[in-house]
């Protein structure tokens, strides 16, 4: 039986390296995309699938051509990889460019490739919103309308909004490559919030973590905790990475998804609550945090995931299931690292 393959781009990433290990789990080939090959060496996988993954270096992944060889035979792609950066200098250059090029060079290649059924694009509530309306709830239905010149021409310090305005030009563009233009494939796209859960992703040391991983752990571990308890009060919708990944996977061969845009969080949570799910789900370790009271959000807004709930059947992992396995996670690799200093 010849096992179908996948492309997954951003493979090292947080939500690449879940999406890929539910890949292999599931029976899949797996051509992981990364940028570099010093983190393709370091990726982890089962020993019995090794022989189901192959790593394909593009450290651009605007260059044309840059993925004729990686898309060869693929019969599906997962394109998680996007510039995730908050120190950049040049807004196109860095930001909007990158983001926008990737995307749709990737598109138009796997367009050459007539055994591409359908593509998976991780999207953002970026896209979706830049500052919340009280009292809204969001849907699909609502759009991040910033423009490419005013994220262009954005001054110094606002790197947040042409990070999000990133997100949204590049999903209007995939749509309309797709959708308007008559792409040959499918296209689902998932605007997700903020992603925690454990890390799957290769890391060195914990300086290394993604974003939404150094927020948690700043939190249980001693670090800027106590900023981090009073800076959000509102809290923020949240999803495990586990539970996205999982969409992902599943969107490939869910009809019901094809040119399906879909919103989702598992609900909303503070800071100050995941430091008290931590500390109840490691008592020993309570010690190094801030002090939690435990407070609930105080947000006014909402999202709204019935649609993704209806199209795929999910139930969420609970907050508790989310931040007391990264937690134990972080936990290990921080003794792990210790060990070897």
């Known amino acids: 039986m010849t096992l179908e393959v996948v492309l997954v781009t951003g493979a090292t990433g947080f939500l690449g390296a879940a999406t890929v290990l539910d890949l292999l789990q599931r029976g899949y080939r797996v051509r992981a995309v990364a940028r570099s090959q010093s983190k393709a060496d370091q990726f982890s996988v089962p020993p019995e699938t090794r022989d189901r993954i192959q790593w394909f270096t593009i450290p651009d992944l605007a260059t044309p051509g840059a993925f004729d060889a990686a898309l060869q035979d693929v019969d599906y792609v997962i394109h998680v990889a996007s510039p995730v950066l908050f120190d950049f200098t040049d807004n196109k250059r860095d930001m909007l460019d990158p983001a926008i090029e990737g995307t749709m060079n990737l598109l138009r290649a796997a367009a050459e490739v007539p055994q591409v059924k359908h593509v998976v694009i991780t999207s953002s509530l970026s896209a979706v919103m830049i500052n919340p309306k009280d009292g809204h709830k969001y849907t699909e239905d609502d759009w991040n309308n910033s423009t490419y010149e005013e994220a262009a021409e954005c001054p110094p310090g606002k790197q947040g909004f042409v990070y999000c305005a990133s997100k949204a030009l590049a999903e209007k563009a995939a749509w309309k490559f797709v959708v308007d233009d008559g792409a040959p494939f499918g296209l689902t796209v998932f605007c997700p919030p903020m992603i925690y859960g454990p890390p799957y992703q290769p890391f060195k040391s914990m300086d290394e973590l993604n974003h939404s991983c150094v927020q948690i ?42 040119n399906q845009r879909y919103l989702l969080a598992a609900g909303f949570i503070t800071h100050s609550q995941a430091t008290h799910i931590a500390a109840s789900a490691f008592p020993e370790q309570a010690h190094r945090m801030a002090k939690s009271d435990n407070l609930p959000p105080t947000a006014n807004w909402g999202v709204d995931s019935s649609k993704v709930e209806r199209d795929f059947g999910i139930r969420w992992r609970t907050a508790e299931a989310c931040i007391g396995d990264m937690a134990g996670l972080l936990y290990g690799k921080e003794r792990e690292f210790s060990g070897r200093m």
Do not use: C, F, M, Y
């Open 217 to 258: 752990w700043n939190s249980i571990s001693g670090g800027k905790g106590q900023s981090l308890l009073t800076s959000w009060p509102e809290g923020a919708p949240w999803i495990d990475v586990r539970d996205l990944a999982t969409l992902h996977v599943d969107a490939l061969k869910n009809p019901t998804a094809k």
